[in-house]
């Protein structure tokens, strides 16, 4: 398996490349902490074990949870989301832990009674010193994007119906 590779730019200095092995660390060494980088990401992150349960999370996930950081910790995914919501990313997280592969799932989920539409990407991670091996999933909430599709969509089967209708009254044949 390949290592990931990190698109960082700064204010101007650039892009630098970190193996994402050595990101935390650099990102300590310039004062960062892993948590101030991933909060400021609108899309839900988190880390699973194989069973499913919340190893590492970033506060988009603490909001769609309704619980405090310290209380997510090690919960189950049902636990949090519901039998509904959590068995299909536990089953998500078994068959990419399975296979080791990287997967990639658009999909739909009910959040605080809304349904919004999440693609989702599922990356398997190794075991590494004292870290077990887990996959990381990071959501992009694609609901916006969706409906303006559907909108679209519509629209274009409406003007292809009222242009049918238009040469099937001048064109009997």
Not at 12 to 24: D, I, M, Q, S, V
Not at 114 to 138: W, Y
Request: one cysteine or more; aromatic letters at 6%.
């Amino acid at each position: 398996m390949s290592k990931g590779i990190i698109l960082l730019a700064a204010g101007g200095t650039g892009g630098h490349l970190f193996p994402a092995e050595a990101l935390g660390h650099e990102l300590k060494a310039r004062g960062f902490s892993v948590h101030l980088v991933t909060d400021s990401q609108p899309n839900a992150i988190a880390i699973y074990d194989s069973d499913g349960h919340y190893r590492w999370f970033n506060k988009v996930v603490v909001a769609h949870s309704g619980l405090e950081r310290k209380d997510l910790f090690d919960k189950h995914v049902t636990a949090v989301l519901g039998p509904g919501e959590g068995k299909k990313i536990a089953g998500w997280v078994k068959e990419c832990f399975a296979k080791g592969q990287p997967m990639s799932i658009t999909h739909d989920m009910t959040i605080d009674g809304t349904e919004l539409v999440f693609r989702s990407d599922l990356i398997p991670l190794e075991e590494r010193h004292d870290v077990p091996a887990g996959v990381l999933m990071v959501s992009q909430d694609i609901t916006d994007s969706v409906r303006e599709r559907k909108r679209r969509e519509q629209a274009m089967r409406d003007l292809v119906g009222a242009l049918v209708s238009v040469v099937d009254r001048r064109d009997p044949y």
